[in-house]
């Protein structure tokens, strides 16, 4: 990440701050400049404006940049298709998760994919990689409504 370019006040930091914390957090859920200007409680082009500033990329090219991220940690390290990837990541249009993945890496997903497939270490089944997320999104330490722990050898809490 770039050094800032332009100084803010704290209070618009801690702002920007929230809002790149919410990004990093839910990068595959559908996000746009409106969602992202509120969660930092700030107008949408000052919001634009000082993120820009601040980061040295606009609030949308940093939501790109780390769906991509993901992406080859997932095409690094899973069976899933480039297909499945990209959905997981975000992107509801193969063809701009590739363009912007192109734009990103230098190579295709499918290129970056098998040159790992290639020399990497044996990959995770993507089943447990959703089964995962599908465990941490279960709410309290005894699950969620439907009972599923994350950890299903563990005695149900006494309530």
């Known amino acids: 990440m770039p050094e800032p370019v332009r100084r803010v006040p704290g209070d618009v930091l801690i702002h ?17 400049l409106d969602a992202l200007a509120a969660t930092a409680r700030l107008s949408k082009f000052h919001f634009l404006r000082s993120f820009a500033a601040v980061y040295g990329t606009t609030p949308l090219a940093y939501l790109g940049e780390r769906r991509v991220e993901r992406a080859q940690d997932l095409l690094r390290t ?18 701009s998760f590739s363009t912007r993945f ?58």
């Open 78 to 95: 899973t069976n899933l298709t480039v297909t499945e990837v990209c959905h997981a990541v975000g992107y509801s249009s193969l063809g």
């Open 16 to 32: 920007l701050r929230r809002a790149r914390d919410h990004i990093d957090r839910h990068f595959a859920e559908d996000l746009d």
């Open 102 to 159: 192109r734009e990103i890496v230098g190579e295709t997903p499918s290129a970056f994919q098998t040159r790992y497939a290639v020399r990497g270490a044996p990959r995770i089944p993507g089943c447990w990689v959703f089964m995962a997320g599908l465990v941490e999104r279960r709410d309290g330490p005894g699950g969620g409504a439907d009972g599923i722990r994350s950890n299903p050898g563990e005695a149900p809490s006494a309530s």
